[in-house]
């Protein structure tokens, strides 16, 4: 009987230790250690621009942008994603009017209305970047999208525009529980999957 709950126990503490793993790998925040505001600690001073990504809970990644925005990390936002119905307007656009309704002027926000995939989110806003000598942003996805984000905006950027991570951390997909879900071990695996072929050269 102590031997079953050993095991018992040693299997539960693998579990959490794998799930904790995958969580944490997944979803790095390059603002964890930062307060609310920016500072002049490094690494948490103020940015050029909050960029949010479409895809899965696009309303919760552009929220998080715009909450960023009125915290002062940034004085500009930028919004990338094109539509997933073709007959209305594009991903980018609606994240711009959920911004306007929340008072950020029009002026303070740049779109990218064609890019229909994660490299092309990063190829295109990072293009938006150089043409307003944006050098520094906040990357804004949601968790279990930030590392691939961060990887595919990150080769593009390379050393000349600095991207800081910073995942959403509950949206409609994703949040402390994914592992009891079979859409949480969907978006885990596929996500991983997708890691792997961005390092072997294949990503889209």
Known sequence: MMK???GLMVFLIMGAVLVGGIGAYLGPDGLSRCNPHPSTEADCESVDAIVAISGGDTS??????????KRDWAGLLVFSGAAADKSGPSNAEAMKQQALDEGVPEGDILIDETSETT?????????????NKIQSVILVTSAYHQRRAGLEFGQRAGTTIKIINHPVAFDKQWGMWWWLTP?????AVSEMVKIILFYVGISR
């Open 183 to 187: 859409t949480g071990w969907y978006l």
């Open 60 to 69: 919760a990644r552009t929220a998080q942008a715009i909450e960023l925005y």
């Open 4 to 6: 079953l709950i050993i």
């Open 119 to 131: 490299k092309q989110n990063a190829t295109n806003s990072i293009d938006l970047f150089t043409q």
